[in-house]
């Protein structure tokens, strides 16, 4: 469930990390893609980042990135990009090569990626903004799943799902 812009404004300065807006949204559903050279290339300071192949030749491959720059890398630098309308997928059934989101939800698990850098989806402002809120009524966090784990417990609905996995 997608919440809107305004919903998102008590996620602050997280929340475009945890949800694209609705203008971006729409903009990279219409935004043209090349499965074929749209790549994510290594780079020596910001560890991957987007870019297009210019050419490929003995091993290697000449990337040049969306901040502008040329870069040639060998063959295995290089990986395959998904189209800009799975970013921050929350489904993870949905992407089909590599995982571009910080935090999705793959059935009853949230799986999180360290983006090698801080940023500020984990302070108090963030956690309140997910306390009492069900799953599907903000976007995936790990703060949704212990709040939600906390609930259970409060409410015992915990202990009678364990009780009916045992029968």
């Known amino acids: 469930m997608a919440s809107s812009d305004s919903e998102m404004a008590v996620f602050g300065e997280a929340a475009p990390y945890l949800r694209k807006?609705?203008?971006?949204?729409?903009?990279?559903?219409?935004?043209?893609?090349?499965?074929?050279?749209?790549?994510?290339?290594?780079h020596p300071k910001e560890s991957f980042v987007k870019g297009t192949i210019q050419s490929r030749e003995s091993g290697k491959v000449?990337?040049?990135?969306?901040?502008?720059?040329?870069l040639t890398v060998k063959e295995d630098q290089v990986f395959s990009m998904n189209p800009p309308k799975y970013d921050k997928i929350e489904d993870m059934w949905k992407p089909t090569?590599?995982?571009?989101?910080?935090?999705?939800?793959?059935?009853?698990?949230c799986v999180t990626v360290n983006?090698?850098?801080w940023l500020p989806v984990y302070?108090?402002?963030v956690v309140l903004a997910y306390r009492g809120k069900k799953r599907q009524e903000a976007p995936p966090h790990i703060f949704?799943?212990?709040?939600?784990a906390y609930q259970f417990m409060l409410t015992g609905e915990c202990l009678i799902s364990f009780e009916l996995l045992l029968q």
Request: with cysteine; net charge negative.
């Open 97 to 109: 090569c590599c995982l571009p989101s910080l935090q999705t939800y793959s059935g009853l698990f």
């Open 21 to 42: 807006s609705e203008k971006e949204r729409i903009e990279a559903q219409n935004k043209p893609f090349d499965a074929k050279s749209s790549v994510f290339v290594a």
């Open 62 to 70: 000449t990337v040049k990135t969306e901040g502008g720059e040329t």
């Open 144 to 148: 949704s799943i212990s709040d939600n």
């Open 115 to 117: 983006p090698y850098k």
């Open 123 to 125: 302070n108090p402002e």
